[in-house]
């Protein structure tokens, strides 16, 4: 027969207008309104793709049937498997016995006895779906009946119970999740923990994402035996150059726990306020200005240090709790010869009940006239002005305004080997007190007055490049002199300028409080002469730079005629290890006053960081301050291979002889799912009821389990935590 003759034949049918179902098969036989085609069917249909071993289509009802070894591609999206298939393609309706589908995207597969699917929407019945591997997957949930939609590539599972190879570990009457990397209004990832101190620890964040330009996250929380509350954050892009958000939170205590920890709140709350825009000024106000513009504002404000430490159960390790808040409205316009900026700084000393002597710059104004030229740019000269007012709730207050111009004249000999420059400064301060407050233990009565100065500077520089065969070296030699003309001062400068510029003077009690707006740093008859080399390879990537400076001064100076040695070294030892050395050397005392390593490894495999930092201040120690700073940071990773890996970090004070903060674990990643066991140890201030600071130290086991893709790995934390008990 003629059936017989071919190996594929084709047979296309009209549906809907101009849609048709093609059939590709080795045999087909029509009888009445029903084809029938066997050995290896294939069927078109659309973006639809379906193979079988046997098929039947009923032309009249448009009912297609498809037997044994059934696969489905929709738009390369999904594939379904089966023994029997039913699809009415005019109504777009679809029936598989038994049902399984993979959606390539997220590698999720799903299995039932049955699945029915119209239009986007596939229903299965008593099935199992899971992300991992279809042979002996880790994890699997089970659940009664299941509804998805291809389009939204959202799931719902019903009656779902979550195995851990054949251990049932968690039942929900119903889990909602999308399998699309857009943003949805939802249930995010949550933390468990439980601690000695604090109790159960249950924080459920909720996620609201209705439009693309914004999203909404509440993170309410319960501590069982500490207290209850509640952060949220509201994060917006409002247009193609701005964007901000706004976070809250509010955390009250059980009375118990605030006693025994003797804290000064039993209520902690504060917000957060971030936003930026690159181009506020024409955006705003409609204008066309060609100038740069742009605002920034970080707002901080909390009530004490635990607004912080509660937001998260990991903070400790995240982050590092600062005893200080800063909060800025930064607003400038710039063009290319001119900039204008207004700043504001506001700091809160968390470790202080009220910050009412805290000094606060409420505003700064600044201009600036960029560097200009004349006589071919022999003549260059630039103006800056700026001007802080210093305010605070009690004690004094000041206006201070600062006023710089530098005139400069340069050229070049012996072929560009040399230049010289000559600068002529001439700079201004003036003070304005606006409170006639005593300053405590100052005793002195400050005077407005200002303080005017020239001073001329001479630079000698040149620079020297040597190419070699694999490598380039650069040497730049540069000799600065400083050589002071004249002054005039009066006011408060004058009283306090003899006092306060003598470095001695700071073991005075008094030294501070009267000192404490005096910032004019005196110009001496000084050369600074500075050395510098590079090494660049032959790809022009840097390998050494060595910076070598040393002040030399003429006057009669209490730190003698030499300053500071300072030496300044970073090599790239090979590609992945480097070393970094930054010293400073007093003269005067015999002794190294700043001392900076480090040493850090960075390999496919392995990372590993170690520094430490040594400081001396040459001043005298106190029951409640040292001089000394010595501190050591570490850090490592190994990654053993594509499954496991290692980190630790180790901190330590060595000065105040107490750990800073460790922490080292574990994680180990596959295809569907992450787990990570982590010790971590951190140093959290926080403030007591007798109006001062103190520390917990806190210990906490922190375990990560991460069933991918319905949960993702990220740096909120981890899943379940356990609190060890405090030291204080």
Known sequence: MLKYLFLFISFAVALLANDKVEIYASSITSQNNTVHASGGVTVMYKDYFLTADKASYNKKTGDLELFNNIRANHGGKYKILGKYALLN???????????YMIDNASEVWMSGAQGSTKCENIDIEEGIVSGCNPIDPLWTMEFSSSDYN?????????????????IAVFYTPWFGYSLDKTRKTGLLKPSVGISESEGFYYQQPFYIAEQNWWDLEFKPQIRTSRGVGIYSVFRFVDSPISRGYFKTGYFQEQEHYAQEYNLENKKHYGFNFEYDNSDFINQWFGSKFSGQSGLYIDINNMNDVDYINLETSSSSIDTTTSAQVLSRINLFYNTNQHYFGLYTKYYQDLTLPN???????????????????????????????????IYRKINKKIVQTDMNIPVALQTSLFDEYLTLSYTANLSMQYSDFISEDEVPLANVEYRDGYHVRNYHTFLLNTQLTKPY????????????????????????????????????????????????????????????????????????????????????????????????????????????????????????????????????????????????????TFLDKTP??????????????????????????????????????????????????????????????????????????????????????????????????????DDN
């Open 89 to 99: 393609l005019a109504k777009k309706e679809r029936v598989f016995k038994p049902f």
């Open 150 to 166: 291809a389009n939204t590539k959202w799931l719902n599972l019903y009656n779902a119970r979550l195995y851990i190879y054949d």
């Open 355 to 389: 910050n009412d002597n805290t000094l606060q710059k409420l505003p700064t104004l600044q201009y600036h006239y960029y560097l200009d030229s004349l006589f071919k740019d022999h003549l260059l000269y630039s103006f800056d002005m700026k001007s802080n007012n």
């Open 469 to 616: 065969e694999s490598f380039s070296h650069v040497i730049d030699l540069g000799i600065i002199y400083n050589q002071s003309a004249w002054s005039s001062k009066t006011g408060f400068y004058s009283d306090l300028s003899d006092f306060c510029s003598n470095e001695d003077n700071k073991n005075d009690p008094t030294y501070e409080a009267k000192c404490e707006f005096y910032n004019i740093r005196d110009i001496e008859n000084e050369a600074r002469i500075e050395f510098r080399q590079y090494i660049f390879d032959e790809n022009a990537n840097e390998v050494l730079y060595h910076r070598l400076a040393q002040r030399v001064s003429n006057s009669k100076s209490s730190d003698g005629a030499f300053g500071e040695l300072e030496n300044e070294l970073d090599y790239k030892v090979t590609q992945h290890l480097s070393y970094y050395n930054n010293m400073l050397y007093n003269y005067k005392r015999g002794k190294l006053s700043k001392l900076f390593n480090q040493i850090s490894f960075e390999g496919k495999d392995v990372s590993v960081a170690f520094s430490h930092l040594y400081k001396d």
């Open 624 to 725: 409640t301050y040292t001089p000394y700073t010595s501190y050591v940071t570490s850090s490592a990773e190994y990654i053993y291979d594509k499954h496991y890996s290692f980190s630790g970090v180790y901190n330590y004070d060595i000065e105040n002889k107490e750990k800073k903060s460790v922490s080292f674990g574990f994680m180990y990643k596959k295809r569907c799912w992450d787990f990570g066991v982590k010790y971590s140890e951190n140093n959290r201030p926080i403030l007591t009821n007798d109006g001062g600071s103190s520390s917990v130290y806190d210990k906490f086991i922190y375990i990560t389990v991460v069933l991918k893709p319905f949960m993702q790995p990220s740096k909120s934390g981890s899943l379940i935590s356990y609190r060890l008990p």
